[in-house]
């Protein structure tokens, strides 16, 4: 069935009438979205077993350490407008571009900021000029963490080992088709509003629909095999004023050590648009492209999932720097996390 549904959106999108469907029959793409957002749904819903999710290279982990942590006022780099529109993300790079402090936008990667994260209405305000947008009032920006490999302990996996009581969060991530779909359904829909403007009523129809998608399903924005070192780039408006906030590259990549081509073992690459490219185009193909080191990276925006079981919570509860133990699986309960009475093995 979702095979189906990415196949017949697809076709639908590659069309040549496809300018005629969104200006005589926008319903049609509205409804071509909906069934592929139903069908990925239904998938989601068969997400119980954890152990064939990591083994599938699915699982996603967040650390959170062993407590929460909530920025109450965001640091961001500040490049100037004219900086940006001229030279794009590379207007971020080096020590001449200042970083400022936001009041009134924070970013909250504990426990229950995740959790808020599965709410769509933190997502679906209208922008306004001047106004910040409730999912950076809040603070549920994407975060940065890892895919699982199967090889590895899952201490090991993270930023750093663990240290007893320390908390992850997993959650699984829908197939590599469905994340190359949702980019190229984004892409394709900005392509249609720089030909038909961005006031256009019936193209409005489906890029609100995809909105509301999107605020529903975890996205994987950029993936490389490695730490990319992301942090927080305000996007300059016209007239000098910061209403968004992106999680990027500030500086450099660096490839693993032990890549296939020797060519690109331990190289550094600076951040540019062609970087943002090949970090976004690796996403296509998560499971293999960031495998190769034991630390790889990615940039998600957590969203509602449709199995309750997720996102899992879970507190290591063996020894400090070590990864011979479990991960005790917890739930809040009257406003206290407490444990299931389930553990999470550390190796497959």
């Not at 006022?73 to 030279?87: C, H």
């Not at 306004?128 to 996996?157: C, H």
Request: charge should be positive.
């Amino acid at each position: 069935m979702l095979e189906e549904a990415r196949r017949q959106l697809i076709s639908l999108l590659e069309s040549p009438n496809l300018l005629w469907f969104v200006e005589k029959n926008p319903d049609l793409i509205v409804g071509v979205l909906d069934n592929w957002f139903e069908a990925l749904k239904l998938a989601e819903g068969d997400d119980v077993d954890f152990i064939k999710i990591w083994r599938e290279h699915r699982m996603f982990v967040r650390s959170i350490g062993a407590s929460d942590t909530v920025y109450d006022t965001l640091e961001a780099k500040t490049p100037t407008y004219e900086a940006f529109k001229e030279q794009g993300w590379k207007s971020a790079k080096g020590e001449g571009v200042s970083t400022s402090k936001f009041k009134g936008v924070k970013y909250d990667t504990g426990k229950d900021g995740i959790q808020k994260r599965m709410n769509p209405a933190n997502f679906l305000d209208e922008r306004k000029a001047g106004v910040v947008k409730n999912k950076y009032a809040e603070g549920l920006m994407d975060v940065s963490g890892t895919v699982m490999r199967n090889d590895r302990a899952i201490g090991e996996q993270l930023h750093n080992k663990p240290m007893r009581g320390d908390w992850v969060c997993f959650l699984p991530l829908s197939d590599e088709k469905d994340q190359e779909l949702i980019l190229f359904v984004k892409d394709k829909l900005s392509q249609l509003q720089l030909v038909l403007g961005k006031g256009h009523p019936q193209l409005n129809l489906v890029i609100n629909k995809f909105k509301r998608i999107r605020a529903e399903v975890t996205c994987i924005k950029l993936a490389f095999e490695t730490d990319m070192a992301l942090g927080f780039v305000a996007v300059p408006n016209a007239d000098g004023t910061y209403t968004k906030f992106t999680y990027m590259v500030k500086s450099e990549v660096k490839y693993s050590m032990r890549n296939q081509d020797p060519a690109l073992a331990n190289k550094k690459v600076g951040v540019s648009n062609e970087l943002v490219a090949l970090l976004r185009n690796n996403v296509k193909r998560y499971k293999s492209c960031v495998g190769i080191a034991i630390k790889n990276e990615m940039r998600v925006a957590m969203r509602k999932h449709a199995c309750d079981l997720w996102p899992m919570f879970a507190r290591w509860d063996g020894p400090d720097n070590s990864t011979a133990g479990t991960w005790e699986v917890c739930k809040k309960v009257g406003g206290q996390w407490a444990g299931t009475g389930r553990r999470i093995p550390s190796t497959l």
